[in-house]
């Protein structure tokens, strides 16, 4: 029962979490190009890099799975 395992990277699925960012926190050259929105949608890999910007939650699940990628929700 107490058996550790290796799981190297390609075990599993790969994760990246998606949370919701306000637009003022953001650097201006993406709040120019937000057009009027109070908020985006990040999507970040386990390390939490930024790996991409989009306008709604469901639009960042979308490429999250597109890509191969397990998205789980950030709060």
């Given at each position: 029962?107490?058996?550790t395992f290796?799981?190297?990277p390609e075990a599993g699925e790969r994760i990246v979490y998606?949370?919701?960012v306000a637009v003022?926190?953001?650097p201006g050259e993406v709040q120019a190009q937000a057009e009027g929105?109070?908020?985006?949608y990040a999507v970040h890999d386990a390390a939490g890099e930024r790996l991409a910007l989009v306008r709604d939650r469901k639009m960042a699940f979308m490429l999250a799975r597109q890509n191969d990628l397990a998205p789980?929700?950030?709060h």
């Open positions: 029962m107490n058996t290796e799981f190297g998606v949370r919701s003022t926190d953001l929105l109070a908020t985006l789980v929700s950030v």
